[in-house]
C-alpha cells in the first residue's frame, strides 16, 4: 500500500522504515516546510501535498499536533477521525475524557483565566503541577507551586492561558503502555515498561527488566481497550502512568495518553520481534500482528549532546539510534538500545552515562 506520514521528523523516519520493511511505499510530508519528501534526505519532491494526498491509500502521522488544512485534504485517508483526537491535544479535555471513562487520573481542576487561576489554586491544600492546556512536551509550559508560596508570582506565566492544576503524586514509578488497535479492532501491547524522567524529559525506559503485577498489566490493557475504543482509533498509542501505591494495593494514575508513536516504545526496536512503528503500520495497514517475544531492554535518551562516545557504539550490546539532528540543549538527538542485560548492568550503564548524554539546561 501507499502510506503518507505527516512528519518527518525521527518518528516519521522511523515509521517510514518500517513500511519499507513491510512493503509499502512511503512518503513523508514536512510539516514546517509544507514539502513532500522522501525518507532520509533533505529534498523536497515537486508534488503538492493534495497530490501526495491522492497517491496515498493511507494517510497517518508522527505527531497530533494535525494541520487543519492537512486534516481536511486528506479526508477519508485518516483512519482515525481527527476531531476525535483534539482531546488528547487538549490538557482539560484529556482529563474530562478519563472521567468521563471511569479512567483514573490525579485529582485536578481547570482554570480559563487569571482571576480562575488564582481561585482555583488557593484551594489547593497540597503541592500542586500546573500546566498549560496547550503545546506542552518534555515538561514545558508546567509550572510547579505548594502552599505557602506566592501566587502572584505564577499568574505572569501559568496564568497566562487555560490550563489545570493537578494534585503532585507521590508515585512509587512511572510506567507506560504501548500497543496498537488495527482497523479491524484487533488489539496487541507491549509489556508495561518502566519510564525515569530528568526534569521533566524522559531520561530512560526499562523494558522486561522487572513483571509489573498481573493486575497492573491488566489495568494499562484495559484503560488501553477503552480508550481506542472510544477514539475510534487505529495504529499505535501511548498511555503514559503514575503507579501510586505497593503490591496488591498498587494502582495506576493515567498521566498522559499520546495517540502515536512514543518516545518510550522505542526500545522495542531493539527489544521486541515488532518494533511500536511495525505494529502502527500493520494495523494502518490490516496486516496480522505477531506474537511478542520481547528480551530485557534498556532505552536511553540522548537528548542536547553533540555525539555518541565511541565506547557506546562499540558496546557488545547496544544498537544506536541517531537522529541527524542539529544538537540543542533539551533536543531529543538519539538512542541507544541495550539489550540482553542485566538489571545491574543496566543502572550501572544509565549511571556512568546518562549525564554525558543528557545536556537538559
Ligand atoms: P511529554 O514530553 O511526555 O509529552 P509533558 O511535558 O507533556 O511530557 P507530563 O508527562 O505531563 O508532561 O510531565 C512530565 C513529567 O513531569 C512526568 O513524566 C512526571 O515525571 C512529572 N509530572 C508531571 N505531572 C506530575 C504530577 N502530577 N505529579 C508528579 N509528577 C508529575
Ligand atoms: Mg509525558
Keep these: 500500500m501507499k502510506l503518507l506520514i505527516l512528519g518527518n521528523g525521527q518518528l516519521g523516519q522511523m515509521l517510514a522504515q518500517s513500511c519499507i520493511q513491510l512493503g509499502h511505499e512511503v512518503l513523508l510530508v514536512n510539516t514546517r516546510s509544507n514539502q513532500v519528501v522522501p525518507a532520509a534526505a533533505h529534498i523536497a519532491f515537486d508534488m503538492t501535498i493534495a497530490e501526495a494526498m491522492q497517491w496515498a491509500d493511507i494517510v497517518s502521522w508522527e505527531h497530533e499536533q494535525l494541520d487543519p488544512e492537512h486534516v481536511q485534504l486528506a ?33 485536578w481542576n481547570a482554570y480559563d483565566s487569571q482571576t480562575a487561576f488564582v481561585t482555583a489554586l488557593e484551594k489547593w491544600q497540597q503541592a500542586v503541577v500546573i500546566k498549560a492546556s496547550f503545546g506542552g512536551y518534555d515538561g514545558k509550559s508546567q509550572w510547579r507551586w505548594q502552599p505557602g508560596e506566592d501566587v502572584q508570582a505564577l499568574v505572569a506565566h501559568a496564568g497566562q ?14 510506567v507506560s503502555i504501548v500497543g496498537a488497535r488495527a482497523r ?64 496488591e494495593e498498587a494502582e495506576l494514575l493515567v498521566n498522559e495518553i499520546a495517540p502515536r508513536v512514543h518516545n518510550s516504545g522505542h526500545w522495542s526496536l531493539t527489544g521486541c520481534n515488532a518494533s511500536q512503528f511495525d505494529l502502527h503500520i500493520r494495523a494502518l495497514t490490516n496486516m496480522p500482528f505477531p506474537q511478542l517475544t520481547v528480551s530485557p531492554t534498556l532505552m536511553l535518551n540522548a537528548i542536547g549532546c553533540e555525539k555518541i562516545a565511541d565506547a557506546l557504539w562499540q558496546h557488545p550490546h547496544s544498537q544506536v ?25 543496566a543502572n550501572s550503564l544509565v549511571e556512568d552515562w546518562t549525564e554525558a548524554l543528557q545536556l537538559l539546561s
Aim: charged residues 25%; hydrophobic residues 40%.
Design 75 to 107: 479526508a477519508d485517508k485518516l483512519l482515525t477521525d481527527a476531531d476525535k483526537i483534539r482531546p488528547l491535544t487538549h490538557r482539560q479535555l484529556e482529563k474530562a475524557m478519563c472521567d468521563e471513562l471511569g479512567i483514573k487520573t490525579s485529582p
Design 184 to 247: 479491524d479492532g484487533r488489539i496487541l501491547c507491549y509489556p508495561l515498561v518502566e519510564n525515569v524522567h530528568r526534569q521533566g524529559i524522559l531520561s530512560h525506559t526499562f523494558a522486561a527488566f522487572d513483571t509489573f503485577p498481573a493486575h497492573l498489566q491488566h489495568a494499562a490493557e484495559d484503560a488501553f481497550r477503552k480508550i481506542t475504543e472510544h477514539l475510534g482509533y487505529v495504529g499505535t498509542l501511548a498511555i503514559e502512568f503514575f503507579v501510586v501505591g505497593e503490591g
Design 161 to 174: 492561558q487555560p490550563g489545570i492544576i493537578e494534585a503532585m503524586i507521590p508515585f512509587q514509578c512511572e
Design 321 to 345: 539510534f541517531w537522529y541527524g539532528k542539529e544538537p540543542r540543549v533539551g533536543r531529543k538527538v538519539g538512542h541507544i538500545n541495550f539489550r540482553d542485560l542485566s538489571k545491574d548492568q
